[in-house]
């Protein structure tokens, strides 16, 4: 059983379209985050949401809005695209916010942007 | 503000052979420290971590760290290297009472094993 998983995997979309990841994940926990690779494998959080209530809300553009429609569940769309988008999204998920928790990482959304 | 440094961005070792990632941070207080792996095309994976107590902190994998507060520094060890540890290897710090998300991320140390 996947603990983490997100849909999809790979993607490849024209500048200006919409596009939304989909994250699920089984392990009970309360928190959920989104996180971009870039191509130099630099990894920043996004967003977190605890029980539904987005709790950090990084430097992104407002045209990336996530939504939680319960707790085991983070989704992310994507408006108008950019080239600049093009990277890995991870979803991931904690037990709590709390900062010692191990963070949980899903598998990947490669995101390509022609 | 807190900060980890990965400082090399490439380590080659040749299988057998002992495996050193170095990490040091910058915090205010005690730390968390934690350690990920990411295999090529994979999500990372939870290594092991420091929260209190031992400073020497065992983890996946046969991978130990050792939390070194007067050095700043949660270096990552593996006393025999395996040809499958080559990955990418991430260092995060946390402050205490802060969010998880807030944990910062170094900028990751490729690990190539060689045969």
């Known amino acids: 059983d996947t603990a983490v998983s997100q849909t999809p995997k790979y993607l490849v979309t024209q500048m200006g379209n919409d596009k939304s990841i989909k994250c699920e994940q089984n392990?009970?926990?309360?928190?959920m985050y989104w996180y971009k690779q870039d191509s130099k494998k630099f990894l920043k959080i996004m967003f977190s949401y605890n029980n539904k209530e987005l709790i950090i809300n990084e430097t992104v553009p407002n045209r990336f809005s996530p939504k939680s429609p319960d707790k085991a569940h983070l989704n992310l769309h994507i408006n108008s695209l950019e080239l600049g988008d093009s990277a890995v999204y991870f979803c991931?998920?904690?037990?709590?916010?709390?900062?010692?928790?191990?963070?949980?990482f899903g598998e990947g959304s490669w995101l390509t942007v022609v | 503000a807190q900060s980890v440094a990965q400082p090399e961005d490439q380590v080659n070792v040749a299988e057998g052979n002992p495996l050193t990632v170095k990490c040091t941070y910058s915090v205010s207080g005690n730390p968390y420290l934690f350690w990920y792996v990411q295999y090529p095309n994979r999500g990372l994976q939870f290594l092991l971590k420091?929260?209190?107590?031992?400073?020497l902190v065992k983890g996946s994998y046969g991978f130990e760290a050792e939390f070194n507060k007067s050095q700043t520094s949660f270096h990552l060890k593996k006393p025999s290297a395996l040809v499958s540890d080559s990955a990418l290897y991430f260092c995060?710090?946390?402050?205490?009472?802060?969010?998880?998300?807030?944990?910062?991320f170094g900028d990751g140390t490729t690990l190539t094993v060689k045969p």
């Open positions: 420091y929260i209190t107590g031992d400073n």
């Open positions: 995060a710090v946390s402050q205490r009472g802060t969010n998880a998300g807030k944990s910062t």
């Open positions: 991931a998920s904690s037990q709590d916010a709390g900062t010692g928790n191990t963070i949980y």
């Open positions: 392990l009970g926990h309360d928190t």
